[in-house]
């Protein structure tokens, strides 16, 4: 099973940009694809972003898609999350997850992933 630890995370001010970062250990390159979900209180864990097992393809929610950028360096095993012009809105616990057996099929679902991590705070002041 993959282990993941997330970091990165953090108070900024809108318009701000972060850089979360997922280290992996057990993740054989090609083998899984990794997503990255937010969840607030309250509220079901939201897609944010995926990358195939390749490192080709990304999928993000429309919410996101020209702010976020979903990245791997698998000479660091570490999956990132850059993240430009922040919003208020996009204030949640971050978490990384891990995908063996479904991939990309279904991205979008948190329970298609296996593996995740423990989750980084950003939070985002208007």
């Known amino acids: 099973q993959v282990q993941l630890v997330e970091s990165g995370g953090g108070l900024v001010q809108a318009g701000d940009s972060l850089r979360l970062s997922c280290t992996t250990s057990g993740r054989i390159f090609g083998s899984e694809a990794m997503g990255w979900f937010r969840q607030t209180p309250g509220k079901e864990r939201e897609f944010v972003a995926h990358l195939s097992r390749n490192g080709v393809s990304t999928y993000y929610a429309d919410s996101v898609k020209g702010r976020f950028t979903i990245s791997a360096d698998d000479a660091k095993n570490t999956v990132y999350l850059q993240m430009n012009n922040l919003k208020p809105e996009d204030t949640a616990v971050y978490y990384c997850?891990?995908?063996?057996?479904?991939?990309?099929?279904?991205?979008?679902?948190?329970?298609?992933?296996?593996?995740w991590g423990q989750g980084t705070q950003v939070t985002v002041s208007s």
């Open positions: 997850a891990a995908a063996s057996v479904y991939g990309s099929t279904r991205y979008y679902d948190s329970r298609a992933y296996e593996s």
